[in-house]
């Protein structure tokens, strides 16, 4: 019962539900509710992506998708705090844990929502490609309000008393906090991948480290287009196991 | 001097120094070969402090040479806190960019990015304190002329800041890929 309490105030206002006097005993009082919520509403998600192949890949897909939603938000919490540091904004970490767990949760019960939608188009036995780009427009359009709420909950709205340099400092460090979250999010699923398996590939349940999430969407449009050049990935990065 | 406008320690500069340093080891861990690497770790923070200690002087005496009211010491104190901004964001994307150096070949990318990102918000921390200073310092009645030459010694500093960080950004680039 308090877990629907409480993703229904992550839905309707989730600055109001994390607010608080006590931000510590908030947070430990929130957040275990928050992470369930990440979990439950994700694995959703991963059953509907991991769908397209079936069989292990389903579970596989329902396991890391959570991650998908988690890893960002360790990586970038130290960042997140500094930019709002620089933007004249003293947040504890605590209030900056809570916000990106509850931009997390409520990510996680949008894109639950969508599952029913992607299903359906998966239903229809789309290209492999389309498919992958169809679940990355999906986690963009549910991963927005996420990184919104994170940005309203840590950086009040100008009530027009604060200096106009102050005010522009804030508006930069809300789009820092966007990118770094957006890079590392972006990061964190070619890291996670496959969720969609290739119908003819050996389903895996992580692929080996290799170049990096950007190579990977230009190739992946320009083969929805029918150009399959260019997917010869290289190993690349400090724990590819063919790295120098 | 009150305590917004107080210069920061040299503990804080030291860290400072140490959050650009980590970020440069960070990048340096995606490069894969040692020599390489350790050429990776100074660059970031050599790039930002060559861009303040080039520039502050000129701006300390274009300041008093049209005039202007601010102390000199505030000046040095907003450039200081500038560059401490820079170490503090440099600090919070060092994770970041060890996630992406383990796991892909940006490294090189990401750094130039964090560099020039941290740089940015240092610069727009100092051009606020500065305006801040001036205005504290000055009457109340003072000209517009006046009050718009200070606006476009910001400017100029901004804009001489950023060309002098990109003159050594690009040194270092070359100097990190060995060439």
Redesign the interface.
């Known amino acids: 019962m308090e877990l629907l309490t409480i993703a229904t105030g992550l839905l309707r206002d989730p600055v109001a539900l994390i607010d608080g006097p006590d931000e510590r005993g908030t947070l430990a009082r929130l957040a275990p509710s928050l992470l369930a919520i990440t979990v439950l509403g994700a694995a959703v998600f991963g059953v509907v992506v991991g769908s397209y192949r079936g069989g292990v890949q389903v579970v596989y897909a329902a396991i890391k998708m959570p991650a998908l939603l988690l890893l960002p938000v360790v ?2 919490l ?6 709002l ?2 933007g004249g904004l003293q947040v504890s970490y605590s209030r900056v844990a809570l916000a990106c767990l509850a931009g997390a949760a409520r990510t996680a019960i949008l894109t639950a929502a969508l599952g029913p939608v992607v299903w359906l188009y998966y239903s229809i036995t789309p290209d492999y490609h389309a498919s992958v780009l169809v679940m990355a427009l999906a986690l963009g359009l549910a991963g927005l309000p996420g990184m919104a709420t994170v940005s309203r909950a840590v950086i009040p709205a100008d009530d027009g008393s604060s ?1 106009a ?2 005010s ?2 804030r508006w ?1 460090s809300a789009v ?1 906090i966007l ?2 979250m957006g ?2 999010g972006a ?1 964190s699923g ?2 996670l991948r496959p969720f969609v398996a290739r119908p003819t590939a050996e389903i895996a349940f992580l692929r080996p ?1 290799e ?4 190579s990977s969407l230009a190739a992946t449009s320009r083969s929805a287009r029918g150009d399959y050049r260019g997917w010869e990935a ?1 190993a ?4 590819s196991k063919e ?2 | 001097m009150s305590q917004e406008h107080q210069m920061p320690g040299i503990i804080e500069i030291i860290g400072a120094c140490g959050s650009l340093a980590l970020l440069g080891v960070c990048a340096g ?2 490069a ?2 040692p020599a390489l690497a350790a050429r990776a770790v100074p660059a970031g923070l050599l790039t930002a402090a060559g861009a303040v200690v080039l520039t502050g002087p000129a701006l300390v005496v274009a300041h008093q040479y049209q005039g202007h009211a601010a102390d000199p010491q505030l000046l040095v104190s907003a450039l200081s806190r500038g560059f401490v ?1 820079c170490g ?2 440099a ?6 960019l060890l ?8 490294w090189a990318a ?1 750094y130039s990015l964090f560099v020039a ?1 941290a740089g ?3 610069g ?2 100092t ?2 304190r500065l ?2 200073a001036e205005r504290g310092a000055r009457p109340v009645d003072v000209d517009l002329t006046t009050r718009a030459g200070m606006g476009g010694l910001v400017a100029a500093w901004s804009t001489l800041a950023a060309l002098i960080a990109l003159r050594i950004g690009w040194g270092m680039a070359s100097f990190v890929a060995g060439s």
């Open positions: 990586v970038s130290p960042a997140v705090r500094a930019l540091q620089a200096v340099g102050r522009r400092l930069l820092g990118l770094v890079l590392t990061q070619w890291l480290i170049e990096d999430v950007f290289e690349e990065g400090l724990l790295a120098p | 861990l995606g894969g070969e901004t503090e964001i600090l919070g994307l060092s994770p970041i996630f992406f150096s383990a796991t892909s070949g940006l990401l990102g940015a918000f240092g727009a921390v051009a606020r305006l801040r």
